[in-house]
């Protein structure tokens, strides 16, 4: 992942967690510790999905919440409940190959975006992991987009 880079405009938050999660080798940063407004504190697990931007053709890498089914990581692209599906998922749209690190484990994997039974299945993972996800849902008439990163074999 040495030639992706940070995505722009990302919230300060996210850029020192995937700094730390980078310049660590994925030591540090696989579980974010955050406390959400109304929320208790909570330790979710993080990865770095790097994707190939669908107008530049860069590489960039978005930290991300991640649950996990079956050998494949779930992702949500909630964006907070805005009105837009967020950039990597678009991204993702044009190019659902992507490089994904896990903690300190690097894999390339494919983007699916799951429907119908299998979405909200995936949909109540996601709530356990982050809970948040349920207040965005209701921020937004778009039905929130939920994906299956399926490791290459």
């Given at each position: 992942m040495s030639e992706a880079k940070?995505?722009?405009?990302?919230?300060?938050?996210?850029?020192?967690?995937?700094?730390?999660?980078?310049?660590?080798?994925?030591?540090?940063?696989?579980?974010?510790?955050?406390?959400?407004?109304?929320?208790?504190?909570?330790?979710?697990?993080?990865?770095?999905?790097?994707?190939t931007g669908r107008k530049s053709?860069?590489?960039?890498?978005?930290?991300?919440?991640?649950?996990?089914?079956?050998?494949?990581?779930?992702?949500?692209?909630?964006?907070?409940?805005?009105?837009?599906?967020?950039?990597?998922?678009?991204?993702?749209?044009?190019?659902?190959?992507?490089?994904?690190?896990?903690?300190?484990?690097?894999?390339?994997?494919?983007?699916?975006?799951?429907?119908?039974?299998?979405?909200?299945?995936?949909?109540?993972?996601?709530?356990?992991?982050?809970?948040?996800?349920?207040?965005?849902?209701?921020?937004?008439?778009?039905?929130?987009?939920?994906?299956?990163?399926?490791?290459?074999?």
């Open positions: 940070l995505a722009p405009n990302l919230p300060k938050w996210m850029v020192d967690h995937a700094n730390a999660y980078m310049s660590s080798g994925g030591k540090e940063g696989h579980v974010y510790t955050v406390t959400p407004p109304g929320y208790a504190e909570m330790h979710v697990p993080a990865l770095l999905l790097t994707t053709g860069e590489k960039y890498i978005f930290p991300l919440f991640y649950g996990e089914d079956n050998g494949r990581y779930i992702i949500v692209a909630s964006k907070g409940g805005a009105p837009d599906h967020p950039g990597w998922y678009k991204n993702i749209q044009s190019n659902p190959q992507v490089e994904v690190q896990v903690g300190t484990r690097h894999l390339h994997a494919k983007a699916v975006t799951v429907t119908g039974p299998e979405r909200q299945r995936l949909w109540e993972k996601a709530l356990k992991f982050w809970p948040p996800y349920a207040d965005y849902a209701k921020k937004t008439e778009r039905e929130i987009p939920v994906l299956l990163l399926e490791p290459a074999v």
